[in-house]
């Protein structure tokens, strides 16, 4: 019933822009802070940026300037556009929902995932 489901993911070149989606489903996204986080292979999840009930948002130094975090009300989703990619960039994507920060231990729903492989 209460579920989060990203979509999106996918390689891409670098250079290149990627728009991952986070669709929710049993609650408002408006109504809770989403927050986005990326873990690769052997390295610890990584907190990206999150977006309050407010709208109020924050973005980690490691996508600031060539990414950009936004909700849309009507799909209930929450979308985090990605440009100007790096092959440090490929992880997999994680939004989560729950209280606005860039820790994991904040959010008590996550989804499962879509990967993002940046490589030419």
């Known amino acids: 019933q209460v579920q989060l489901v990203e979509s999106g993911g996918g390689l891409v070149q670098p250079g290149g822009s990627l728009t991952l989606s986070c669709a929710a489903s049993?609650?408002?996204?408006?109504?809770?802070?989403t927050g986005w986080f990326r873990q690769a292979p052997g390295k610890a999840r990584e907190g990206l940026v999150w977006?309050?009930?407010?709208?109020?948002?924050y973005y980690a130094d490691s996508i600031k300037g060539r990414s950009t975090i936004s909700r849309d009300g009507d799909k209930n989703t929450v979308t985090l556009e990605m440009n100007r990619l790096k092959p440090g960039d490929t992880a997999r994507y994680f939004c989560?929902?729950?209280?606005?920060?860039?820790?994991?231990?904040?959010?008590?729903?996550w989804g499962q995932g879509t990967q993002v492989t940046v490589s030419s």
């Open positions: 989560a929902t729950g209280r606005p920060s860039l820790y994991s231990s904040t959010y008590d729903l």
């Open positions: 049993g609650f408002a996204l408006s109504q809770v802070a």
């Open positions: 977006i309050a009930r407010s709208g109020d948002t």
